[in-house]
């Protein structure tokens, strides 16, 4: 059943309650034909948990640090060109002045088989010409990294970065299919005395061929407020005056982005629950360059599944949405507790440009386990969905918090609103991993930490996911982390050697 949202619209509140109807049911009947999973690559390049030879650089991390929360995107102009970005951690042992992590830069000419790493310029340490023009330059902070590609072929990079004095939302941008470093654009800045907290960026560019063709667009949230979005005409190099999404203040931690085929942006977000408006997607659109917003409206009022946070025995997990875009609709998932505390990723979708929206599906039934942190991806032909999967979980039990063992789902439709069957499901990772691992040291003590999100492009043919895998971890004693985080001479055991890894996955000729 589809609902109208331009008459809910005058319903306000009320609207996500409307739409969220009973518990939804798998969408979906096996399929006979079949996904593969390729190998699970590893994108950091180490050394395996051997000695370290010198010292970490951003082309190589011997100190076998962390790295987490990866993005990806496809070069629309080759296919084998697939970049990445990572929190990564490797400088701690090298300068005092690094508070934590740095953004670094992955990037792979083989479709996924092989990974150079780079940082963003700027870092501390950095003395390169490249590094002295930074206007990160100073900041001991650089994360949250999101990426995208023109039709040009040229890559983006953005992120959030810290300073003494300001915060700052940030694009990098690189030419020649992501190769060579241009510069990097401070998109906005919040002086730290004004109290504003800026965080979970997201960034999507257009390349449609219309009248706004190669906008790019940031949009993030100023914490427990608003939602923004900012623009740029010039490839990057100025941006302009956020424009605000959000429309009322609210606590806000998220946002995503996605350009329909006629231009029109999308961008979707977690509001948390506060006062007596309840915990919601909320979803608005521009169809002007992001020059203005409409009305924001409710999507879904969710049963968030919200993993405790500061805990030593488990990660951080939080309910966000992901959205896509494509002739056929609009896309938007996330994970919702509504199932007996059972976490299921659920899908919507739009045939008109959000003026209407379908009941909310599930996009896999596995029987147990959680899931959390989906993807979508898009492109007229497919719909696609990447997640983190408990099933394998030999102690699952749905009133607890997610156990020892994850995995990585990918589950494929083809393109239409509504989902038409039949889906197709794979799991990606070749071994399940433990997320609880306490291989980060904060001041409440060592706690575990895998980020917020994964990622996943479609390129040509292919499917590629990018997520945070803990197997390279050594086994931890009760004294974990067991190495000093500034020691290199520690750091050989492996203690906090957590990784980003990829597989592409393609389809099996149809019988």
């Not at 180490?46 to 929360?69: G, H, I, K």
């Not at 694009?171 to 510069?183: E, N, P, Q």
């Not at 350009?259 to 961008?267: E, H, I, Q, S």
Request: net charge negative; charged share 20%.
């Amino acid at each position: 059943m589809r609902t109208s949202v331009r008459s809910l619209v005058l319903l306000g509140l009320f609207l996500g309650l409307l739409l969220s109807g009973p518990s939804p049911a798998s969408a979906f009947a096996p399929a006979s034909a079949q996904l593969v999973a390729g190998p699970n690559v590893k994108v950091i390049r180490d050394n395996d948990n051997a000695p370290c030879p010198d010292r970490p650089t951003p082309e190589f991390d011997c100190a076998n640090f962390m790295q987490n929360e990866p993005p990806l995107a496809a070069d629309p102009t080759n296919p084998d060109v697939l970049i990445s970005g990572g929190n990564d951690f490797r400088l701690i042992p090298l300068d005092p002045r690094v508070q934590g992590t740095w953004l670094g830069y992955y990037r792979s000419e083989d479709g996924g088989r092989t990974w150079t790493n780079t940082f963003l310029p700027g870092f501390p340490g950095d003395d390169s010409p490249e590094g002295q023009a930074s206007p990160l330059r100073g900041n001991f902070f650089a994360g949250d990294p999101v990426v995208a590609f023109d039709s040009q072929g040229n890559a983006y990079v953005g992120g959030i970065s810290w300073g003494s004095r300001e915060s700052a939302v940030f694009l990098a941008k690189y030419t020649d299919h992501g190769k060579t470093y241009s510069h990097i654009a401070l998109v906005n800045t919040v002086p730290d005395e004004q109290g504003q907290f800026i965080d979970k960026p997201c960034l999507t560019v257009d390349n449609t061929g219309g009248l706004h063709d190669g906008t790019i667009y940031v949009g993030w949230s100023r914490f427990a407020e608003i939602v923004v979005v900012a623009h740029s005409t010039d490839g990057g190099q100025t941006f302009s005056q956020p424009v605000i999404a959000s429309g009322t203040r609210a606590p806000t931690r998220t946002c995503a982005l996605a350009v329909g085929p006629d231009g029109t942006l999308y961008v979707v977000w977690r509001q948390f629950a506060f006062g007596t408006s309840r915990d919601a997607l909320i979803f608005n659109a521009s169809s002007d360059g992001g020059r203005t917003f409409g009305f924001a409206r409710t999507l879904q009022i969710i049963t968030p599944y919200d993993q405790e946070r500061n805990r030593p025995d488990t990660f951080r997990a939080t309910s966000f949405p992901s959205v896509a875009a494509d002739e056929n609709g609009v896309y938007v998932v996330w994970e919702d507790a509504r199932f007996q505390g059972s976490s299921r990723v659920l899908l919507i979708c739009s045939p008109d440009g959000g003026q209407t929206w379908t009941e909310p599906v599930k996009v896999s039934e596995p029987g147990r386990g959680h899931q959390i942190m989906p993807q979508v991806a898009a492109d007229g032909t497919r719909v696609g969905v990447a997640f983190y999967d408990s099933r394998h979980d030999p102690d699952f039990d749905p009133r607890r918090n997610i156990g020892d063992a994850l995995d990585v789902y990918y589950v494929e439709f083809p393109s239409g609103c509504p989902l038409s069957g039949p889906g197709v499901e794979v799991r990606v990772t070749d071994r399940s991993f433990n997320p609880n691992l306490r291989i980060f040291d904060t001041p409440s003590g060592a706690q575990p930490f895998i980020g917020d999100y994964i990622g996943l492009a479609f390129a040509g043919e292919r499917v590629h996911v990018v997520w945070t895998d803990n197997r390279d971890v050594s086994p931890q004693p009760p004294t974990n982390p067991p190495c000093n985080p500034r020691d290199l001479r520690t750091l050989t055991q492996g203690c906090r050697n957590q990784n980003i890894y990829t597989a592409a996955i393609t389809r099996e000729p149809e019988p």
